[in-house]
Nanobody, 115 residues
Framework: VQLQASGGGLVQPGGSLRLACAAS????????MGWYRQAPGKQRELVAS???????AYVDSVKGRFTISRDNAKSTLFLHMNSLKPEDTAVYYC??????????WGKGTQVTVSS
């Protein structure tokens, strides 16, 4: 499975961004997909995840602001980010776990929230 993320950039506090992650390869095996982020000097953390059935989970700091979704037909994962805060600044990574328990990572995309 190959993952290609896009959509990062610079946005002012309170603004919005949408990240997208296109999956290719053995997409039939994909189970849970998610977005992680890593800020400078901090550990990578799970931001949001979504199962094939559409069950979602979010880290507390983004609940009510971020929405994860996936288009199974197009093998694409999205992260809609609203009301962005400076503390959301990080490199965001797309992740997929397949039915064999293997992890797949995309290259990160930088999100910077600054005035």
């Amino acid at each position: 499975v190959q993952l290609q993320a896009s959509g990062g950039g610079l946005v002012q506090p309170g603004g919005s961004l949408r990240l997208a992650c296109a999956a290719s390869g053995s997409i039939f095996s994909i189970n849970v997909m998610g977005w992680y982020r890593q800020a400078p000097g901090k550990q990578r953390e799970l931001v949001a995840s979504i199962t094939t059935a559409g069950t979602t989970a979010y880290v507390d700091s983004v609940k009510g602001r971020f929405t994860i979704s996936r288009d199974n037909a197009k093998s694409t994962l999205f992260l809609h980010m609203n009301s962005l805060k400076p503390e959301d600044t990080a490199v965001y990574y797309c992740h997929a776990n397949n039915i064999y328990g293997m992890d797949h990572w995309g290259k990160g995309t930088q999100v910077t929230v600054s005035s």
